[in-house]
């Protein structure tokens, strides 16, 4: 009876997800390419020790990568959490039309397409004459920094506008997920003289406990896979360009990306073995959440 | 709650409804179809290419030749024009379905293409048409034709990344610009220099950003580059490189900051707080716009009357083996219209993009605009960016990394010209080139 | 007890006004940027100074991109979509929450492993796979593959998850199938996550590109090919128009985010009823 029910949902998975799924990991494991044309040699882990070695262009890059990625994550989820997670909570106690208000001004920035969405971020991040960038300069970050082809500045930069942009999809989950709790426990909170402080942190958070676990387990899965922007900020007519100079905003997505339209022998199966290898990277980290999570509730 | 549970199952069987009508209009349509004659005898083809070939003047233009040609050739019905752009074509033929019978894309991807799928042998376009033939430059033509004398490809369109002035700015320097243009380098700086003098920002990074401009620095030097590759390395080699890191050291002492290409350069250029923005011919529309006053120069040489610089894109136009005769006769006919002199000479004129063609680039009746005039100089010098149809490797590229270091004074000119080649080297070994 | 109340939600304004703030002004700029005059540096403008020129500007955009046929064809894959969305993953979701059965960790395990395969990896074999079913360019081919949303069915599990056992064993013990358990009171009572779910469904679907732009061609016209056409660094389109595409652009899919949002309501009382 159970498994009528998740028919529909894995018939189609199983067509349309795990077949490819399977497909492109299977293909990390041989020489498939642009020549290919429909027949692929098997080649074991060539393609993993090809990009794991360190050297040559593809390694770099994607060693270079995977070490961005270690600084951006934990920074973006750190700041983007704590923002999505404070206003959610705060939401609640503006009275019905500043509620109202609020609640569609900070999901705008996810509506707005994402292309210029960085764009404005850019303009606003231009060396010297960018209105972001000065004021980051009066406080003393950054001074004379061209921010988007600098190491590390390039990586908070794109912190910068993913906290902008994703900030209002986690608050739109975080602020439904407050909506489910009872408003009897509040009143009966209310007569015991709790100030709304107190309220959120003994009601609100530990209620909230799951779903913030959700969106933080998401938004790591998610951060992982960073792409879109940027490619966008460091976008250019020629794939060796993507990630700036220096690759100083070059991301492991990117990098598959590069390898996939590069054309070179093996390219598309050395895509394949980097998806594998970042996919066993977000599949550990998962997994630790998930078991940090079973000890601690 | 029973209002709202009927509200969500009318929206479900409007729905169900919709996606019946559209999936039975939609199935039978989808897959392979077209590919054979349909029942009247005529060819349905299908031609890829770029977005902006599908709008305004040049979708005008777009919309005549398809008309023309249908109506000159009876076994063609009709031929769908699909804007697709570079990435979304290569997937596509990546995956190797859905095919369309001749696309026209970038000149850097050659190589993919001949590898990924049947191209048309479009040699018997060439031969016997010496008119036809002979009026390509013989450098695009002979990277459009593959090591055992095929030609897979028709060169269509190229440019150069020029300079414009902002002429009220140099007018306020002092600057008698319609009597100086930008012959050497010499004068280049020498104008920077009384820009800033007159308390104006010369121009954006040369170096840092963008390939654009350092690669343009670099093709100055081009009959002195060794192009090419020879067992997986590069036959340049670094002390043919080290001028052009010495002459982006210079320009950045005239750098604001901002990069090529970037909207803040564009648009202080386009406000008079930058005096000269390398930017690529397509842009023009845009300053036109907003009322600036400019002219337009090619990237300088060393001499005067020397090689000027940058760097040359190329597009070319591909069709696709059907596997019937018929079909790629129409195919071929279609690429011989499109690679034509009358046709690329119409491109040339009203949209005033540059083609490859020699004979349409050199004939004043099609120079009617400024640029085309200057991108026609600047076509006879330059370097390619990569090279064409026999390597996959965009090798210029590598510049982008090492341009902003020695810039920054990381490195030496010196030092800045043996990374470089040692970047290309390693794109040559990844590729297996 | 109201002056505390009106003192405290003047404290909690503060960070809402700076972070809504933070959410406006690029958004404000842009707008500004659109509404101001050719000749100004885009860059810089921070407040509208030509309501013509803006006009004008939005006028090219609506015309040159085709909005209104790219606004209704994602428009309809999107609802689409979505709504395949929501059956099948609360389905998923119901039965993943409430029931232990055989295979139950390897099926979850399987579900949450797909999330984490970049999409640009298994897009070429999805993609020869739909056309090879003769389904490219129809809206079974673009929105089939997007209905397996391994993201919904976690956002409603934990939705789910507050709902406590007893109802369904009191349901169950009242003689109701199982599945008239899932449409009658699980389903209802999962409102506000299926609201949720669905608006950000949406959001995502109508924000897609790569897949999009492969499966479509000339019948299906989705908004964000319309605009990536427009944005192409090989030739040029007015600045300005650019930005009042994305901003007609980003309407849409606002207009339906307040218009979900004002039905998620307020929580549950002890009885269990959602008010």
């Excluded at chain 3, 993953?89 to 999330?115: H, I, Q, R």
């Excluded at chain 3, 207009?255 to 998620?264: G, N």
Aim: net charge neutral.
């Amino acid at each position: 009876m159970n498994y009528l029910g998740l028919l529909p949902f894995f018939s189609l998975f199983l067509v349309f997800m795990l077949y490819p799924f399977v497909y492109g990991i299977a293909m990390s494991f041989t020489d498939w390419s642009v020549s290919s044309r429909g027949k692929v040699n098997f080649t074991g882990l060539a393609n993993y020790k090809f990009i794991l070695s360190g050297e040559g262009v593809s390694s770099e890059r994607f060693l270079t990568s995977l070490k961005n990625l270690l600084i951006y994550v934990p920074v973006t989820l750190l700041i983007g959490m704590s923002i999505a997670l404070m206003l959610a909570l705060i939401i609640n106690n503006l009275g019905r039309k500043g509620y109202g208000f609020f609640r569609g001004v900070f999901f705008t920035p996810y509506a707005l397409p994402l292309f210029i969405g960085a764009g404005i971020w850019q303009w606003f991040m231009t060396p010297g004459t960018g209105r972001v960038s000065q004021l980051f300069a009066k406080i003393g970050i950054g001074v004379g920094v061209d921010w988007a082809n600098t190491a590390i500045y390039a990586i908070f930069m794109v912190v910068l506008i993913d906290v902008w942009h994703a900030t209002g999809f986690n608050f739109v989950i975080l602020n439904a997920g407050t909506k489910d709790i009872s408003p009897d426990l509040y009143d009966a909170a209310e007569l015991d003289g709790a100030t709304s402080w107190q309220k959120m942190r003994y009601i609100t958070i530990p209620l909230l406990e799951p779903i913030i676990f959700m969106v933080v387990t998401y938004g790591f899965i998610s951060a992982l896979q960073v792409y879109d922007i940027p490619y966008i900020l460091s976008s250019t007519t020629d794939a060796n360009g993507i990630g700036g100079p220096g690759q100083v905003m070059l991301f492991p997505v990117m990098e598959m990306v590069r390898n996939v339209y590069l054309g070179s022998p093996s390219g598309l199966g050395r895509a394949a073995a980097e998806g594998v290898i970042l996919m066993g990277i977000i599949l550990l980290i998962t997994l630790i959440q998930f078991r940090f999570r079973r000890k601690n509730v | 709650m029973k209002h709202r549970n009927n509200g969500k199952r009318m929206i479900a069987l409007i729905l169900t409804l919709v996606m019946v009508c559209t999936a039975l209009s939609g199935c039978g349509k989808g897959g392979d179809s077209g590919k054979k004659a349909s029942s009247d005898g005529g060819y349905d083809l299908v031609f890829w290419t770029y977005s902006d070939m599908v709008l305004n003047d040049q979708g005008k233009l777009m919309d005549q030749w398809v008309k023309e040609f249908v109506e000159e050739n009876d076994d063609v019905n009709s031929i769908t024009v699909v804007a697709k752009d570079d990435n979304d074509l290569l997937t596509s033929l990546m995956a190797g379905v859905g095919l369309p019978d001749m696309f026209c894309a970038s000149a850097r991807d050659a190589m993919s293409f001949q590898r990924a799928i049947d191209l048309l042998d479009l040699t018997p376009i060439y031969e016997g048409d010496k008119a036809f033939a002979d009026g390509f430059y013989e450098g695009a033509r002979k990277a459009a034709t593959s090591d055992d004398g095929k030609n897979f490809a028709v060169p269509f369109m190229s440019f150069v990344p020029l300079i414009f002035r902002n002429t009220d700015v140099l007018e306020k320097a002092g600057i008698d610009w319609k009597n100086e243009p930008l012959n050497t380098w010499d004068d280049f700086y020498a104008q920077c220099e009384k820009v800033k003098a007159a308390g104006i920002d010369a121009t954006h990074s040369w170096s840092t950003g963008h390939f654009t401009c350092p690669a343009g620095i670099l093709a100055c030097d081009a009959p002195s580059l060794t192009i090419g590759h020879e067992n997986g390395k590069t036959t340049v080699k670094p002390e043919q490189c080290v001028r052009a890191f010495e002459t982006m050291l210079t320009m950045e002492k005239y750098s604001n900051g901002t990069t090529y290409g970037s909207q803040a350069a564009t648009e202080a250029f386009k406000t008079g707080a930058l005096g000269f923005l390398c930017a690529g011919p397509w842009t023009e529309p845009d300053y036109q716009q907003a009322g600036v006053h400019y002219d337009i120069q090619l990237i300088p040489a060393y001499e005067k009357d020397g090689w000027t610089g940058g760097c040359q894109g190329q597009d070319w136009m591909y069709g696709v083996d059907s596997k019937d005769a018929g079909r790629n006769d129409a195919i071929r006919r279609w690429l011989k219209k499109m690679g034509s002199f009358e046709t690329q000479k119409a491109f040339t004129k009203v949209i005033g993009r540059s083609t490859l063609r020699q004979d349409v680039m050199n004939d004043p009746e099609a120079l009617t605009l400024d640029v085309a005039k200057v991108l026609s100089r600047g076509l006879n010098a330059g370097m390619p960016q990569m090279e064409f149809g026999h390597s996959s490797v965009f090798w210029v590229s590598a510049i982008a990394d090492v341009a902003p270091r020695v810039t920054s004074g990381e490195l030496t000119p010196q030092q800045g010209a043996e990374e470089f080649i040692k970047a290309v080297n390693a794109l040559y070994t990844e590729a297996g080139e | 007890m109201k002056n505390r109340k009106s003192r405290e939600r003047l404290l909690w304004m503060i960070p809402c006004v700076i972070w809504g703030f933070v959410c406006l002004f690029p958004i404000w700029v842009l707008f500004s940027g659109t509404f101001s005059r050719d000749s100004e540096n885009l860059v810089n403008v921070i407040f509208p100074s030509s309501f013509t020129n803006g006009i004008s500007k939005i006028v090219t955009a609506l015309t040159t991109i085709d909005i209104g046929r790219a606004t209704l064809d994602t428009m309809v894959y999107s609802a689409f979509t979505v709504l395949g969305i929501l059956i099948i993953s609360s389905l998923a979701a119901y039965e993943f929450s409430f029931f232990k059965f055989p295979g139950k960790k390897l099926l979850f395990g399987l579900v949450m492993v797909s999330m984490m395969l970049p999409q640009v990896l298994y897009i070429i074999p999805l993609y020869r796979m739909v056309y090879n079913m003769g389904l490219a360019d129809t809206l079974l081919g673009i929105s089939l593959p997007m209905m397996v949303a391994p993201l919904a069915v976690f956002i409603m599990m934990q939705f789910i998850e507050d709902l406590p056992q007893s109802f369904i064993e009191s349901a169950r013990i009242d003689g109701a199938g199982h599945f008239t358990i899932y449409w009658k009171i699980v389903l209802p009572l999962m409102r506000n996550g299926i609201l949720t779910t669905a608006v950000l469904m949406f959001m995502r679907i109508w924000g897609q590109y790569l897949w999009p732009s492969l499966i479509t061609a000339n019948k299906i016209k989705p908004i964000s090919v319309a605009i990536a056409n427009i944005i192409s660094p090989n030739y040029w389109v007015d600045s300005r128009v650019k930005i009042a595409a994305m901003l007609i652009a980003m309407l849409p899919p606002l207009l339906i985010y307040i218009f979900f949002q004002k039905r998620v309501i307020e929580g549950v009382t002890a009885s269990g009823i959602k008010e």
